[in-house]
């Protein structure tokens, strides 16, 4: 985080991922996702993250679209609300 400004530096979707947002917790480790590029998906929340970041409703979340099956993506991120907030004055969400 810079001093002056409290811009923080956020992680970035690559090339095959996208900004999602969480309109759904389906149960287990599943979540309906509403995706940048317009799509709805449904989501996985992989083991690596299953219990250590909590996945609620109207998350923000970097979402990868699986290559064979475009309606399923994999949860490669989880955005806190304050970066949520930055991202949004910064442009990159709506």
């Not at 480790?29 to 996985?44: F, K, Y």
């Not at 083991?47 to 399923?72: F, H, L, N, S």
């Not at 490669?76 to 991202?87: F, G, I, M, V």
Request: glycine share 8%; with cysteine.
């Amino acid at each position: 985080m810079t001093e002056e400004s409290g811009r923080r530096n956020l992680r970035m979707p690559n090339s095959d991922e996208v900004f999602a947002v969480v309109t759904e917790h389906l149960g287990g480790n599943h979540v309906q996702l509403r995706c940048a590029d317009g799509e709805e998906r449904l989501g996985r929340i992989p083991g690596r993250m299953k219990y250590r970041t909590w996945i609620e409703q109207d998350d923000i979340v970097v979402a990868e679209p699986w290559d064979w099956q475009d309606e399923k993506a994999t949860i490669e991120w989880r955005y806190t609300s304050q970066d949520a907030d930055q991202l949004r004055r910064e442009g990159h969400i709506d």
